[in-house]
């Protein structure tokens, strides 16, 4: 049970290019998301999904896209990076209660991709 | 906006203590809250998660407790050992959520047990 897979670990970019972080869940989780995580800021919200084809912005969505089009799958992109977005990504996933009382649902996290942009 | 804060940032202590880490949220209306700890150069891990009806939950040497009403949770770790060094952090639903969907996160405590 892989649980939740990120690649690359590590990337380079320089200013204005593109790249895609990718992430897999293998537990058939409905919810995903993405978070940057940068020091003395905590782990912020960048964009997130309830289902296939269904996402939605976090906190702070400009300069990345994603899409949902499988439930295992869902990549983030970096459109046009700029150095501001040098950081460190994570990706999550869980299941999403059925209701406040069917039980906990815990939030399982990726490695991390540390991402350094020139 | 719901602001969760950790206090303080960063604590050592020697082995074998007993410890209380902090947690504060400014709006009480949640329906739960959990820990996570964070080792160095990796990603989270659920240790807690306290329903809003529950006020403690128990794992192994930790306990947290959530004290809606004053906007605090506390996670406490007893007979501290080296293991326990990493970053804790707690996360909070928007109010009126109770999965997963836009946690927001404190800032974490970094703590370091003494050998």
């Known amino acids: 049970n892989a649980g939740v897979t990120q690649t690359p670990k590590f990337q380079v970019l320089k200013t204005g290019q593109s790249m895609t972080l990718q992430c897999a869940q293998d537990m058939n989780h409905e919810y995903m998301s993405w978070y940057r995580q940068d020091p003395g800021m905590g782990l912020r919200l960048i964009h997130y999904s309830v289902g296939a084809g269904i996402t939605d912005q976090g906190e702070v969505p400009n300069g990345y896209n994603v899409s949902r089009s499988t439930t295992e799958d869902f990549p983030l992109r970096l459109l046009s990076a700029a150095p501001s977005q040098t950081s460190v990504y994570f990706c999550?996933?869980?299941?999403?209660?059925?209701?406040?009382?069917?039980?906990?649902?815990?939030?399982?996290f990726g490695a991390g991709s540390r991402l350094t942009v020139l | 906006k719901q602001e969760v804060t950790q206090i303080p940032a960063a604590l050592s202590v020697p082995e074998g203590e007993n410890l209380v880490l902090n947690c504060s949220f400014t709006?009480?209306?949640?329906?739960?809250l959990q820990w996570f700890r964070q080792d160095p150069g990796k990603g989270l891990t659920s240790l807690l998660l306290i329903q809003s009806s529950q006020r403690e939950q128990t794992s192994g040497r930790l306990n947290a407790s959530l004290d809606k009403s004053s906007g605090r949770s506390t996670l406490y770790i007893a007979a501290s050992q080296p293991g326990d060094s990493a970053t804790y952090l707690c996360a909070v639903p928007p109010i009126s959520n109770f999965g997963n969907e836009k946690l927001t996160f404190g800032t974490g405590t970094r703590l370091t047990i003494i050998p």
């Open positions: 999550a996933s869980s299941n999403i209660p059925a209701g406040i009382h069917s039980g906990a649902n815990v939030l399982t």
């Open positions: 709006d009480s209306a949640i329906y739960n």
